[in-house]
Every structure is written in C-alpha cells, then in structure tokens.
C-alpha cells in the first residue's frame, strides 16, 4: 500500500500524520517512509532516535520500495496541479492533514477541488 500525505498549505502536521501513519503501519508490515518535504523533518526525526521504520529521502525511496509492503510518503507543501496529479495517480490513498484554523481549511477545501476531476482515492 502507498499511502501519500500532501497539503496545500504547510504547518498542517503532514510530517506528524506520516510518522504516526508510518508507525501503525509497521505493526502489519514493514514499512517505509519516503520523505520529500524539503524540510527534510521525518528524516531529522529518525536521526534523532530509533522509530520502528526505515525513513529514506525521495530519491533513496526508489531504492528501497520493493522491500517494503507499506510505502507512506510524506511531500512538500503547495503542490502544482502537474504534481498533485502525479501523486494522486502514483498512490492508493491520499491523505490530506488539517489544522482546524480558516486558513489551512480553506487551503484544503482548494486541494479537494483540485482532486475532484482526478477522481482520486482522498481522505
């Protein structure tokens, strides 16, 4: 399963949603965090301590996949449309965090109607 966290505003806890995500999953299989926030914040994490998964950068990601059934993938903030449909297309469920404040909601209700003529799989 690849599952990708993505936001049209940062600052809305899509590294956070990735860790915790990353985490679970790692309890039903071995699982792989993919982080391409330039931010680079999962990977400062995983340098810090010992998480129960293997956190890459993008460009590691490719290599590694195949040895895990989970992939999460946490992605910079403001995706382009190009982008957006890319990482809509190349997952199985796209997740898109919020905080509860006008600005990200509204942030938010812009990337679903975005994602809306993609016929995506967003949660």
Not at 75 to 82: G, I, L, N
């Amino acid at each position: 399963m690849i599952v990708t966290i993505a936001s049209f505003k940062g600052g809305v806890g899509k590294t956070t949603t990735a860790l915790h995500l990353a985490a679970y999953l790692q309890t039903k299989a071995p699982a792989l965090l993919v982080d391409g926030d330039l931010n680079r914040s999962a990977l400062d994490w995983a340098a810090r301590g010992s998480l129960p998964f293997k956190v890459v950068d993008e460009k590691q990601g490719v290599r590694y996949a195949r040895d895990y059934e989970h992939i999460v993938i946490d992605t910079p903030a403001r995706p382009t449309p190009e982008d957006l449909k890319s990482l809509a297309e190349g997952c199985d469920l796209l997740i898109l965090p919020s905080s509860p404040d006008a600005m990200a909601l509204s942030a938010m209700l812009q990337m679903v109607e975005a994602l809306y003529s993609l016929e995506s799989n967003y949660r």
